[in-house]
Structure formats: C-alpha cells, structure tokens
C-alpha cells in the first residue's frame, strides 16, 4: 500500500524500519516470530543518474539569465545541494582562498514553513575546493547581484528575494534545460555531475564523499582524513576542464 502512494525507496525504508521494530517485538516475547518476510522487500531501486558533460554544463550556465549562472556552475563544478546553495550567504565564500565554507542549508516544506539550519550530517558540513573559473564567476556575481554586507545571500531572485525551489525549477531551470538541449536533466544531477567530473581528475572515493558531503556511518572519519591539498587538486583538474570547454575567458561587461 505504501508503495502506491509513496516513492519506491520511500516505501523501501519504511519496510526496512518496521522489520527493525517487529524484530525488536521478537527480542522482547511480544511476537513469537518477524511477519516481514518479503524476499528484499527493504531493497532501494534507484533510477539511473544522468550527469552532464563539461562543456553542457557550460551550455547550461550559458543559457540562463547572468545572475543565476554562477549558481548553476557552483552545484555542477562544487557539487553543493540545492538547499546548500539557497543558503550560502557572502560571508560562506572566501574567494581569495577560493573555498565556500557549507554551513546551513534552506528548505521550504510542504506545509510553506521555511526553515534555515545546520546540514543534516557533520560531513555535510565542509569547505569545498572551487576551481578558478568558478572564482571568476562567483566574483562577478558577488559585484553584480549581491548585497554588501556579510549576511547577504548569495543567490536571491531579480527582485532580491530569497530563492525558492519549485518557482527556480520552473522559470529558470526548465526553460534553460529546453534551450541547452538537456530535457530531463533534474537540478540535483548537476550534484552528480560534480561528483562525476571530479572523480576524472584523479580524486579517490574518499576525497569525493568528502567533498560532496556524503553521510554514511563513516562519515567523521571520511571528512578528517580527506587531505585539503588534494582537494585543491581536484580543483586544480576541474579547472582546466573548465577552461578546455570555454569557460573562463568571459569578458568583463
């Protein structure tokens, strides 16, 4: 039944948990034996992820208006969720260190309540490495399109506001996937697409779940022993394939 109203893998873990609990019931002699006994009936089935290439990502950062372009480079070359970038403010980007520091994130939930907290994980809080064309861009943007001071958002929309999800995904991100030849592509594979450009210069499983703010039961030990030079590696490769596909070399206007 739960899987005719929910996502597959959304019904998956409410198995996973509710096996947990019967168990728990048979430890105590309150049930003589588990019913959950559907053969992987807990497995998760997820859809194959797509990833863009560079150089669409560049189509796709080039096909949106200019002050949302660092925002779509920053989740396919940095790799920061959605609700990671919505809340980065000014004072999260050290741009002569080329690093954003993730220190919250901003949800709005179904119920239209906003919120704005810590990520849910301690490998979700994490500086990430940013190539330099990346820097260029977010320069630009910040003397473009971003209050002064400290605690200014970093991407809001046209007329200043904090952006929201479901108004991004249909004024901005649909119309650029149309116009980039990229239908289909969800905001949240440019997530993927980081993770996948970055492993191609060289970085290990380790340094890429760090990077990207994985959690999983090893994630304190993942983000203390991802070596910070190597992460500017890995920043160092993205930038070149950055600049191969033509991104870098726009004019000041």
Known sequence: ????????????????????????????????KNPCRIERGGVEH?????????????TLADAVADRYRSLILAAGLAGLRQGELFAL???DLDL?????????????LASGEVIEGAPKSAAGRRTVALPGPL???LRRHLDSNVDPVESGFV???????????????????????????????????LRHTAGTLAARTGATTKELMARLGHASSQAA??????????DQRIAEGLAEMAREAGLGGRSES
């Open 1 to 32: 039944v739960l899987a005719e109203q929910r996502s597959p893998a959304t019904a998956a873990k409410g198995y996973v948990r509710l096996r947990q609990i019967l168990s728990r019931a048979v430890d105590d002699d309150l049930l003589v």
């Open 46 to 58: 997820h859809a194959e992820q797509r990833f863009a290439t560079m150089a669409e990502l560049v």
């Open 89 to 91: 403010r000014r004072g």
């Open 96 to 108: 002569d260190a080329a690093i954003i520091r993730v220190r919250r994130k901003r949800l709005r």
């Open 135 to 137: 820097v260029d861009e």
């Open 155 to 189: 991407f809001t929309t046209a007329d200043g506001w904090s952006m929201e999800r479901s108004n991004f995904r249909q004024w901005i991100w649909l119309p650029a996937c149309e116009t980039a030849g990229s239908q289909g592509l969800r905001f949240h594979d």
């Open 221 to 230: 030990m993942i983000y203390q022993h991802a070596a910070e030079d190597r």
